[in-house]
């Protein structure tokens, strides 16, 4: 069928294709649940824990775990802060049943609709550092007993500040010990006097971003040493996940997470749900368990230097692939721009030079098309009663002269898979989140305000297309591709301002290579007409 195709037949379907990848498949369809790998019950020891199982199958909201009729009625002691930590940053506190309460954000960028500091730990729900037991007599007892700290305010700068929380219950203390990090991370360890069994909750997902953009995960996420992911969405959660071997575990929304990491292999972690079958991440503890902590922005840089295995809660979706090194390119370009907008720009164009070559011969074949268009026709005219001899002719005609049909379209097909890239990288990279380019694009991960990207990026779509060879033969097809312009700066206005930069500059370089790609084809047929000229001189 699509020898039978035109040039601009086939280029119209490239377009096509294009708009129904992205923008029709992203909306109607939205992207599969992650779960590469999940480790069910039967695959670990859980039968401690299935014993809870029996008795509830939810996790409480308004207590944050795991609960019994009897914990209901248990009265929740204060929960006062009894620890402050400040950082330039942050500031982290911990309320008196021994949880990380709150930690609020300072940089400017996480400010919320309200212009107040971003706080990353919901009020209700499971909060990180929050611990259960499994009897139920001597979780009354922690609900209502408070902790004590050693200290009351740390300040962070460059050192790590360590603090002791001690609860002393009848039969049992309870220690905590904390080394803090300017970076946002922690290193603890907590021990019991006697050896009971009880369960620590990584905390419920962050809730920064109130507004759901599409396409972007939020949830639980699992990340096991044999390099295996598992993610578990709000809403998706239907009992009860048990995971051995496992690197890291988190509560994540787009930008935030709470996690968990550097347990030992035979470490059971649980992931429970809710009663909005939203996931709730907790782990199976030791009498003496030590681990280490994050809570705070998914900075690949920060998270890299933590340990590099943090940087898989950094969540693309299925095109982790293509994002994730994208993503170190344009890091790395940022490092010699210092602004995300130019290295948007200069990662723009390594992508056209590493295209170059299959764009060169697209563009090349587009205009060969063009010149054999005259010649098709009368071979269609010719051959019209004879399809199979107009289909050899045809090819031979396309081999004699090398030209290629499908040539012009796949240069537009290769920019699908990178566009996509991008716009997932755009939306889950917390270092664009508040990025400035230019005076009026002050946040290049949300739409342009002011419209002038979109317009500019039809504009010069605009201009391509007349710079691009075309023979239409249908005048349908014509109005098709003069209007696309008009609709792709449709699609494109609510589209991150990045992403609209990144096709506005990748049409710029079109237009420039399409450009030279003309003058030199003009060149060449001057000089064969020059050439076939001096010979009839000569033959006269």
């Not at 990848?21 to 069910?40: D, H, L, M």
């Not at 030791?286 to 295995?309: A, D, R």
Request: a positive charge; glycine letters at 4%.
């Amino acid at each position: 069928m699509l020898d039978n195709m035109s040039s601009n037949q086939r280029l119209i379907l490239a377009v096509v294709l294009s708009v129904v990848f992205f923008v029709g498949y992203t909306a109607i369809f939205p992207p599969a649940k992650q779960e590469s790998s999940i480790k069910t019950e039967a695959n670990a020891t859980v039968n401690a824990t299935q014993d809870v199982a029996k008795k509830t199958s939810v996790v409480d909201e308004e207590a944050g775990h795991v609960i019994s009729q009897k914990d209901k009625e248990a009265n929740i002691a204060s929960t006062n802060t009894i620890l402050t930590v400040t950082n330039k940053n942050f500031i982290l506190k911990m309320d008196t049943l021994g949880r990380i309460s709150s930690k609020e954000l300072l940089q400017d960028k996480f400010r919320d609709e309200h212009n107040k500091h971003a706080q990353i730990i919901p009020a209700k729900g499971a909060k990180p550092l929050y611990i259960r037991f499994l009897d139920e007599t001597l979780n009354k007892e922690a609900s209502s007993t408070p902790y004590t700290a050693s200290v009351s305010k740390i300040s962070l700068e460059s050192s790590s500040k360590h603090v002791s929380l001690v609860q002393k219950l009848p039969n049992l203390t309870v220690t905590k010990d904390i080394t803090f990090y300017a970076d946002g991370h922690y290193d603890i360890t907590v021990s019991l006097s006697k050896d009971k069994r009880y369960f620590i909750y990584v905390g419920k997902r962050p809730q920064v971003n109130k507004k759901e953009q599409m396409m972007t995960a939020k949830g639980a996420l699992v990340y096991t040493d044999d390099k295996k992911l598992t993610i578990i969405e709000d809403g998706d959660a239907e009992g009860r996940k048990t995971f051995t071997d496992v690197a890291l575990v988190a509560s994540f929304d787009q930008y935030t997470t709470s996690m968990m990491y550097g347990f030992s292999k035979d470490t059971n972690v649980m992931i429970d749900r809710d009663n909005d079958n939203n996931p709730v991440a907790y782990f199976d503890a030791t009498q003496t368990m030590k681990f280490h902590g994050f809570v705070g922005p998914k900075e690949y840089k920060t998270l890299y230097n933590i340990k590099p295995v943090l940087t898989n809660v950094i969540e693309y979706g299925w095109f982790t692939f293509a994002s994730q090194p994208m993503f170190l390119v344009l890091s790395w370009l940022h490092g010699i721009f210092g602004n995300w907008g130019w290295s948007i720009i200069g990662l723009t164009a390594l992508i056209r030079m590493v295209l170059f070559p299959l764009t060169y011969k697209g563009m090349m074949s587009m205009q060969k098309m063009k010149a054999l268009a005259p010649k098709l026709k009368e071979l269609k005219e010719k051959y019209k009663k004879d399809p199979q001899k107009l289909n050899a002719m045809t090819m031979d005609m396309y081999k004699k002269h090398g030209a290629n049909p499908l040539g012009g379209c796949l240069p537009m097909l290769m920019q699908i898979p990178v566009f996509y890239a991008i716009y997932r990288l755009l939306l889950n990279s917390v270092e664009l989140q508040g990025a400035p380019w230019i005076l009026w694009i002050h946040d290049l991960s949300r739409m342009d305000p002011y419209y002038v990207l979109p317009l500019l990026m039809g504009a010069s779509m605009f201009l391509q297309q007349r710079l691009t060879p075309t023979n239409f033969t249908d005048p349908m097809q014509e109005k098709v591709m003069k209007y696309l312009p008009v609709i792709f700066t449709f699609f494109f206005v609510t589209f991150p301002s990045g992403l609209v930069l990144y096709w506005f500059v990748n049409n710029l370089f079109s237009i420039a290579q399409q450009f030279i790609v003309n003058q030199q084809f003009k060149n060449m047929k001057d000089a064969q007409k020059a050439l076939a000229k001096n010979d009839e001189n000569k033959n006269d």
